[in-house]
């Protein structure tokens, strides 16, 4: 007894084979697996997926149910897992109008972030959970379709049928572009910065930038006498670079005001974002410390006058 069959009309035949995979291997946890039948018919390059109830072990009345739920999760996975992609992309170009395969690409990176997690434990667990969710909205629906309908036309339905996740991709595409733009227009700021830095003469040998933790800066000169990070005539060199830019980093803008020919970068937290811009503008000329002489100094006075209180 025939159920259903699924048409991939769009798709090569190595898409269908990944879908009559996923099925099949779904299939092994139905308790009836022994009356249900998959076939692959190929033509043309395309595929088509037939489910059969064997009788009489199939019976529709008391295995239906578990069928149409366990057919529609199989292809739920399989939108997510293969098609979403092939989605994003397609809003990233009709409707974000970007045309260059290395931009689609970067931008493609953010829409991962946010649907697959970053690999941290839990991030993943929480990517798991957006998955399961958006998982859980399509399966459903199209568990209730089959239970109505004989033939699914794969692309039709998640083109006509899936309103809700195809408008939420669109805003994951969105969420994307903005950061697209953002890390472009940051880039561009550095690349800028890097250039000044660069045609600008070295006035002070060397300072030391002292990181006492979190946002806590101290930086020295090469007198070791205190620089102050809030003199308004401190940032008029990054006032002067771009206006339209919230520069709002004090220590970077001193840094490229008193432009020096070394910077000493003293922390125990190498990978701050503020270290890194520091990096990336001065180049060369930064050298990190984990912890010198220096550090032990400056860790002895704050004991020392921590003491006193």
Known sequence: MKLFAIQLTNRVEAQAEQLYGMMTSSMERLHNKESIHIAMNRYE????????????????????????EWAGNAIAD????????????????????YDKEEDIDRIMSYCEQMLSG????????????????RKAKISGELADYLKEQTEL???GYVRF????????????????????VMDRQYQEFISLLQYFVYIQEARIPF????????????????????????????????????????FEDMIVST????????????????????????????????EVCGYCRLCHNLDRGAAAEYNKR
């Open 153 to 155: 036309n794969l692309e």
């Open 118 to 133: 970053t690999g941290e434990w839990e991030a993943e667990r929480a990517a798991g959970e957006v998955y399961n969710r």
């Open 161 to 180: 049928r899936l309103h809700p996740y195809i408008d939420e991709l669109r805003d994951v595409a969105e969420y994307a572009v903005d950061e697209f």
């Open 255 to 286: 840094l490229i005001s008193v432009s020096p020919q070394q910077i000493y970068i003293h922390t125990r937290e190498p990978e701050q974002q503020v270290i890194h811009t520091i990096k990336q503008i001065f180049e060369n000329r930064v």
């Open 78 to 97: 399989y939108i997510l897992l293969v098609e979403e992609r092939r989605i994003l992309r397609f809003l990233l170009k009709q409707e974000f109008h």
């Open 207 to 246: 300072v030391h930038l002292f990181h006492k933790g979190g946002n806590e800066f101290l930086l020295l000169n090469d007198r070791m006498e205190q620089i102050d990070t809030d003199d308004p005539e401190a940032v008029v060199t990054v006032e002067m670079l771009e206006k339209d830019m919230n």
């Open 45 to 68: 390059g395309r595929g088509e997926i037939e489910v059969y109830g064997v009788l009489p072990g199939f019976q529709l009345q008391t295995d239906g149910d578990p069928l149409f």
